[in-house]
C-alpha cells in the first residue's frame, strides 16, 4: 500500500469533529494564596522559586545563585548579565555550552508550577532546553491559579511557538532511577517580582 493510498484512507474515515464541552470553570475555583501554591508545586517539581520586590535586584541576586556562569544568555532588557549574544539567525549548535539563560515567563500556573514562555521571548527556540541553568522570570500578577485560565490568556495570542516550562529537565524511565538534567536544563530558578 503506497503512501498516498495510506493518506487518502485515512482522510476518508476521519470522524466528524465535534464541538468542545462546556466546562464551569468556576468549579475549579480555590480561595487560595496563589504564589504560596506555586511554591510548594515548583519546589515538587525540582525547581526553585525566588521573590522579588521588582527587577532593580535582579542581576544581583542571579549572580548570587549562579557565581560562576560565564556563558550567559539575556533575553530580557532588565537584565544585563548577558555575555552572549544571540539573534533569530543564531544557529543553535553554537549554544551547547551555555551555562545559563534568563527568559521572560508570560503566565505561571499554581496548580502544577509551569511556566508559558512564548517565541517571542525565547529568540532561539532551544535555549531553554540546552542551556545548564535556566531562569524564567514572571511578574506577580501572571500567576493563575489552573491551566483552564492560562489555556484562555494564550488562545488570544497570534499562533505561535510557546512552550510549557515545569521544573528542570528529569527522567526516570531507566530502572526508576531519578536523573535530573538529562535533556535540558539542571535547574530551574522562577523570579517572581
Not at 525566588?50 to 537584565?79: F, H, N, Q, R, W
Not at 512564548?118 to 532546553?129: N, T
Not at 516550562?165 to 526516570?172: E, N, V, Y
Request: glycine share 6%.
Amino acid at each position: 500500500m503506497s503512501r498516498e493510498s495510506i493518506l487518502n484512507a485515512v482522510k476518508a474515515n476521519k470522524p466528524e469533529a465535534l464541538p468542545l464541552p462546556d466546562i464551569d470553570l468556576s468549579v475549579f475555583d480555590e480561595d487560595i494564596n496563589l504564589i504560596e501554591r506555586f511554591k510548594e508545586n515548583i519546589e515538587f517539581v525540582g525547581g526553585r522559586l525566588l521573590e522579588l520586590d521588582g527587577l532593580d535586584t535582579l542581576d544581583i541576586e542571579i549572580k548570587a545563585l549562579y557565581p560562576e556562569a560565564t556563558k550567559i544568555v539575556s533575553c530580557m532588557k532588565e537584565s544585563a548579565l548577558g555575555t552572549v549574544p544571540v539573534s533569530k539567525d543564531t544557529d543553535p549548535h553554537t549554544l551547547e555550552d551555555i551555562d545559563l539563560t534568563i527568559i521572560k515567563g508570560n503566565y505561571a500556573v499554581a496548580e502544577n508550577g509551569a511556566v508559558w514562555v512564548s517565541e517571542d521571548d525565547i529568540i532561539v527556540r532551544a535555549l531553554p532546553f540546552i542551556t545548564n541553568d535556566l531562569i524564567l522570570v514572571v511578574p506577580k500578577n501572571a500567576v493563575n491559579l489552573h491551566m483552564h485560565q492560562v489555556f484562555d490568556a494564550i488562545s488570544e495570542r497570534e499562533r505561535t511557538f510557546g512552550v510549557f516550562i515545569s521544573g528542570p529537565s528529569k527522567t526516570a524511565d531507566i530502572e526508576q532511577c531519578l536523573v535530573v538534567g538529562a535533556h535540558g536544563a539542571i535547574s530551574l530558578t522562577v523570579v517572581l517580582y
